[in-house]
């Protein structure tokens, strides 16, 4: 009979329920062990879901925070079904402007990518990827650490610029694959 690590049973409960990346300190306090102790069984954790091959993973990231996550790949093959929807492929290139280019006045963005950049703004807002604070009659876009989270980059700006120019290009790409292949579908209808 295998025996249940209660702890590790726990830890993993945790980043299921949260939805969101937890701390360190907040995992540590749920179990009652020291951060050490924790880290280690989130390790292990890991290893066990790397060990499985499944759709899941455990995820460190910066700031001593961890996430129980989809594996990205697999995202294009349930798109579909995630509350809220993808976003589309021009959505997702504002995104990477303002990423690249923040912080960047509304008014900047709008004149270098069009007015249409203003339905993107509002979604990015919504989904909470970019903050926006009033300057003068426009506003400074931002991205959120929410936004660093999803995609897996760090939160310090200048990290995450570096970060973003090497993993953009390949979400680009596959973003723009499966729009290509939906557009397919459709058209053959």
Known sequence: ???????????????????????????????????????????????????????????ELPRERYVLQLKPELTPGVAKLIPGGLLSFATLQTLVYIALKQPILQSELVAERGTHCYDHIKELIEKKFVDAVPEGRSRILTTTDLFADYFGLDPDRVRLKAQLKFKMKRILSEQQELEDQAAAEEFLR
């Open 1 to 59: 009979m295998v025996e249940v690590n209660e702890d590790l049973v726990k830890l993993e409960a945790a980043l299921y329920v949260a939805g969101r990346p937890v701390t360190l300190e907040e995992l540590s306090n749920i179990i009652d062990k020291a951060e050490s102790t924790t880290r280690k069984l989130l390790e292990n954790l890991g290893f066990e879901y790397r060990q499985r091959e499944g759709a899941l993973e455990v995820v």
